[in-house]
């Protein structure tokens, strides 16, 4: 890993809204309280749904295509890294290590594709500080809802 900061995240929920293209995840911080949601499209929900019920599909489907193609290259999922938010955008690296030589191998991909990525090859998701920073929620932190109006007398 860079320089920066990169804190573990586990997979918390999925929200999939089954009337509409509008689904998220929601990355927890491990062993902490911070949270934060990114939106992701349907085919990658999908994906994470399978990869958490353990599901099979006949033939394989993208990310398991993509995953097949780095192992049968010789490399494997070593970690996505959520490296920064820029315009409310996220941006990531999908980790690979070359298993002749051991080096790493950092590519960029869209945060649902390296996290679908990542729990296929059950390697880890991490985030930089920073970022977890700007986007962040929990009891600790800013409330990102406004706080309730007081009672009328």
Do not use: C, W
């Not at 509008?22 to 934060?36: A, D, P, Q």
């Not at 996290?115 to 090859?121: H, P, T």
């Not at 390697?123 to 990102?144: C, K, M, N, W, Y």
């Amino acid at each position: 890993m860079s320089d920066v900061r990169m804190i573990e995240v586990l997979l918390g929920r999925i929200v999939i809204h089954e009337q509409g293209d509008s689904h998220y995840i929601v990355l927890v911080e491990k062993g902490g309280k911070r949270h934060f949601p990114i939106v992701i499209g349907r085919a990658e929900v999908s994906e994470i749904r399978r990869v958490i019920a353990n599901e099979d599909v006949p033939r394989p489907l993208t990310h398991q295509l993509a995953h097949a193609i780095a192992r049968s290259l010789g490399a494997e999922v070593v970690r996505t890294e959520i490296v920064n938010l820029a315009r409310n955008t996220f941006f990531a690296l999908l980790i690979l290590r070359r298993e002749a030589d051991g080096t790493e191998v950092a590519i960029d991909a869209r945060p649902s594709d390296a996290v679908a990525l990542a729990l296929r090859a059950k390697a880890p998701i991490f985030v930089a500080e920073s970022v977890l920073e700007q986007v962040r929620t929990d009891h600790d932190g800013p409330d990102p809802l406004p706080p309730p109006a007081p009672p009328e007398p």
